[in-house]
Nanobody
Framework: QVQLQESGPGLVKPSQTLSLTCTVS??????????WSWIRQPPGKELQWMGA???????YYSPSLKSRTSISMDTSKNQFTLQLTSVTPEDTAVYYC????????WGQGTQVTVSS
């Protein structure tokens, strides 16, 4: 059974870089046809897809976040990571990692607050 688990700091200061890791267990992140996404939900707002990385390492980003977002993968650790630069309080959200390319499989989510 594939499971996803987000990890990273819960508090980030404005202007800093937010870094989160998603650890995948029970299956390989290089399995075709799956790809791996980051999705967030700010308080009181809808889910926002941020970007994804495919099993081959190709990346795709939301146009609104593309200039600040980077997603990478470490196949040796079966992990993929999110980096979001120059954060502001508007980046406060619950951040989820997910498997796509089939029924979406979610991690449990992690709260990230941007505050000084």
């Amino acid at each position: 059974q594939v499971q996803l688990q987000e990890s990273g700091p819960g508090l980030v200061k404005p202007s800093q870089t937010l870094s989160l890791t998603c650890t995948v267990s029970g299956g390989s992140i290089t399995t075709n046809p799956h790809y791996w996404s980051w999705i967030r939900q700010p308080p009181g707002k809808e889910l926002q897809w941020m970007g994804a990385i495919t099993y081959t390492g190709s990346t795709y980003y939301s146009p609104s976040l593309k200039s600040r977002t980077s997603i990478s993968m470490d196949t040796s650790k079966n992990q993929f990571t999110l980096q979001l630069t120059s954060v502001t309080p508007e980046d406060t959200a619950v951040y989820y990692c997910a498997r796509e390319g089939g029924p979406r499989l979610w991690g449990q989510g992690t709260q990230v607050t941007v505050s000084s």
